[in-house]
């Protein structure tokens, strides 16, 4: 039912998936834990600068990286300039913009995660001379693992269905470029209604089971939370 590009497709969807979120998880965490417990007074605008890809339609925020990234913008001209390439309409970009467009969707969670934690559990551990990097690993991680799953499981779910700006700043380029989304697209304007019917179906099924396993994982992390 799948042609070898769809399955190329598939490949590249996966691979970017799978970069974006170990890029997002291992940035965004120390990010989301520095949010979650600093004073700054002005800390709202940061997290509002997260937040915007919720409400910022995707083709305006691809638009914008295409512009920067690009060959003529001040990041792929000066990585031109330096001897490399824009990495406008290269699987590169489709990282960089990913990463940017589904950021809120890990960084919230692991925020709010750590946000739970109380600060005297942080200090019985510093009692026992544990190093600040000894209770993240040691206490705040185990303690926040459903909320480190929910992220990094609604980044990669979200990273696979993304349309606008994968479209506006990769285009569709067979084999480099092209991720599922934008090849149910190809097939609907080429009329290949099964094709794409088969697509839509596997993005869909499969969009279910991610909410399903993170609301459910959730359940029972608050089940086990009032239990006495």
Not at 37 to 58: G, I, M, N
Not at 193 to 201: C, I, R
Request: glycine residues 8%.
């Amino acid at each position: 039912m799948l042609s070898e590009s769809d399955l190329t497709a598939l490949f590249i969807t996966l691979k970017l998936a799978s970069v974006t979120t170990l890029i997002l998880m291992l940035f965004g965490t120390p990010f989301a834990w520095w949010l979650a417990r600093t004073r700054w007074r002005f800390k709202f605008l940061l997290e509002a600068l997260v937040a915007l890809p919720l409400v910022l339609p995707p083709t305006v925020l691809g638009f914008y990286l295409l512009v920067a990234l690009g060959p003529h913008g001040p990041i792929g001209g000066l990585l031109e300039a330096l001897g490399g390439y824009s990495l406008a309409f290269t699987f590169t970009g489709l990282v960089v913009g990913s990463v940017f467009y589904s950021l809120p969707f890990v960084i919230q969670p692991l925020q709010n995660a750590f946000s739970a934690i109380e600060e005297r559990t942080l200090e019985a551990a510093s009692t026992l001379r544990a190093t600040a990097l000894d209770r993240f690993f040691s206490v705040v991680l185990p303690m926040t693992r459903s909320g480190v799953i929910t992220a990094a499981t609604l980044g990669f779910a979200h990273t696979i269905g993304e349309f606008g700006v994968v479209l506006m700043i990769g285009g569709s380029i067979p084999g480099e470029t092209q991720v599922l989304s934008i090849a149910i697209y190809d097939h609907v304007e080429s009329l290949e209604y099964t094709q794409a019917h088969w697509l839509s179906a596997a993005l869909l099924i499969f969009s279910f089971l991610v909410l399903f396993l993170v609301y459910r994982m959730n359940q029972r992390q608050c089940e086990q939370g009032t239990r006495p």
